[in-house]
């Protein structure tokens, strides 16, 4: 389980007991970069990514067998101003980000490396300032 820490530019992390309590993981919290205001799981549980709202970036982050998080390299990447959410979608192929200040949707491509690359019709403009986002198979 992943929280972030907008005001300390940090994020906690903490594993899920037996008995549905938490346990905070060794070395929590994590730094961040500045802003970090929502944070997402890929699909396949090896890492998170977390919109840096103070920084108008995504960070990735790969996950050690402890859940320990580190920065990937090239992290963090840009996007537009003030992302206020980060989602892959269900295929782990995409990064999407909502930014709050710009009104617009950026879409980042995730490569085998792990690095992810603005895709070139990037960013959409959406209505206002997008506040959330689902994506479906």
Do not use: H
């Not at 005001?7 to 906690?12: A, D, H, R, V």
């Amino acid at each position: 389980l992943y929280v972030t820490n907008l005001l300390s530019n940090t994020i906690s992390a903490f594993s899920i007991a037996s008995n549905g309590g938490l346990v905070a993981v060794s070395g929590s919290p994590f730094p961040a970069a500045t802003g970090p205001i929502s944070v997402a799981a890929a699909p396949s549980g090896e890492s998170i990514y977390v919109a840096n709202q103070g920084s108008n970036s995504i960070s990735k982050f790969a996950l050690s067998s402890t859940g320990a998080p580190s920065q990937a390299t090239g992290s963090p990447f840009p996007v537009g101003r003030g992302p206020v959410f980060v989602a892959p979608d269900t295929g782990g192929n995409f990064v999407f980000a909502g930014n709050g200040l710009s009104g617009n949707l950026s879409e980042l491509s995730a490569d085998s490396s792990g690095s992810l690359t603005n895709v070139a019709q990037s960013p959409y403009a959406t209505a206002a300032t997008p506040t959330s986002l689902a994506t479906t198979k």
